[in-house]
Each structure stands twice: as structure tokens, then as C-alpha cells.
């Protein structure tokens, strides 16, 4: 996957022309804050997925609410990608923005965490992240089939101008239903997370019952006859 280039809004494109002296709105600063802070192939999905820089936006502007993105590394994001193409656009918004909660979560909030639920951005407003922070990491849960996420650096912490706050992690965070869609639903989960050893012993047990019944039966059957 090529990255895209990336030209900010507002500024001149490198070696070419006299760009404005204006800073560059919200979403584009908050592109150059997560290709810098090692989110590029993120970036990447961003660019092509319709509505989601619309979205941040109202998180972004003077007054609004503030933003934490939850940014996936660029080694999280390659293997993920080919998954992330098959997906139809809806879905695609819907990962991108399971990655961001409205409200600046400073590195000091996140510290204070111990098992506490937050909404993310997607469609559906039940989906969640679980956050704890266990003294040396702060992990994130994104469901209950879901392994954990762990934050690797802060990449931002601004208040001014944008309230936002940037962490890097080290996977793709996915709401629970995409999960199941792209795993091959609860069976192929049940089948990745239950050993082996498990299966077997309930194989066993189940042919110890049968077998067990049928003794008990023929047992009762002998009886009868005497």
C-alpha cells in the first residue's frame, strides 16, 4: 500500500508555488500531527474512506468537544489493510472512528483508568473501549472476543489550537460486530480461543456419558429378566 502525499490545506506543496501564510485547518494539522508521530499507513485509510475527516472536524473546531485518537502503528495497519479493502464504506468509517472518543484524554486522565469504559465516534454509539492502566501500560479492550491494544507513545497532547489528544498503539482496534464479521463470527472465535486439549476432554467426556448410558441400560435390561 503507497501512502498518499499528503498536502496540507493552506500550505504550499514542498518546492512548488507560494502557499498562504494561514495555518492549516483542524483536520489537516491533525493529519501532520499522526504522520509525523509514526500513523502514516492510518493516514492512508483516512484519505481514502468518504466522511471521516467531516467527522473529526466537529470534534476539532473552536468550541467543540476535543478528540483522542487511538493510532494504530504502521505495522498494525499493513496487516490489517487487506481486511480494511474488503470492507464496504460504512464499515470502514466505522473502524476508522472506533479509533477516536470525543474529549481530550491528557496522558494523566488515562494514569487514573482502572477498567473504565469510554464511547468511541462509530455509527453505532454503544460501541466501546475499555481502558486500565496498569501502573507501567495503558491497555484498551475493544470487546469481550478482542485481545488487548496497548498504548506505545503519546504523539500529542495539545490544547491550543486544536483540544486534541494522540496516542500510538500497537494494533487496529475493531467495534465487536466487525470483529465477528471479519473473524468468521462466535464459532471460528470459540475455535481460535478454546485449546485443544479442551475439545478433546469434552469429546472424552461425552463418549464416557454414552457409554456409561448404555451399560446403565443394558444393566437395567438384565434385571428385567431375572
Excluded at 21 to 45: E, H, N, R
Aim: glycine share 10%; with cysteine; aromatic share 8%.
Amino acid at each position: 500500500m503507497e501512502l498518499p502525499h499528503l498536502q496540507l490545506p493552506g500550505t504550499a506543496d514542498s518546492g512548488r508555488g507560494h502557499g498562504s501564510d494561514a495555518p492549516p485547518p483542524p483536520q489537516g494539522q491533525l493529519k501532520d500531527i499522526m504522520s509525523t508521530g509514526g500513523c502514516g499507513w492510518f493516514v492512508a485509510l483516512i484519505a481514502t474512506t468518504p466522511n471521516f475527516s467531516d467527522v473529526f472536524q466537529q470534534h476539532l473546531v473552536p468550541g467543540g468537544e476535543g478528540l483522542t485518537l487511538f493510532c494504530p502503528d504502521d505495522k498494525a495497519v499493513a496487516a490489517f489493510e487487506p481486511k480494511f479493502g474488503a470492507l464496504a464504506d460504512s464499515d470502514r468509517l466505522d473502524v476508522l472512528l472506533h479509533h477516536a472518543t470525543a474529549g481530550r484524554y491528557v496522558q494523566a486522565q488515562l494514569a487514573a483508568f482502572d477498567w473504565v469504559a469510554v464511547r468511541t465516534l462509530a455509527a453505532n454509539r454503544s460501541q466501546s473501549i475499555t481502558i486500565r492502566d496498569d501502573g507501567d501500560t495503558v491497555w484498551l479492550w475493544t470487546s469481550w472476543q478482542g485481545g488487548a491494544a496497548k498504548v506505545i507513545k503519546t504523539v500529542s497532547e495539545e490544547e491550543a489550537p486544536l483540544a486534541l489528544a494522540v496516542y500510538l498503539v500497537d494494533a487496529v482496534l475493531l467495534p465487536g460486530h466487525l470483529r465477528q464479521k471479519l473473524d468468521g463470527g462466535y464459532l471460528a472465535w470459540l475455535h481460535r480461543t478454546i485449546p485443544v486439549w479442551v475439545g478433546l476432554c469434552w469429546a472424552l467426556s461425552a463418549i464416557v456419558g454414552v457409554l456409561t448410558g448404555s451399560l446403565l441400560m443394558l444393566g437395567a435390561m438384565s434385571r428385567r429378566k431375572w
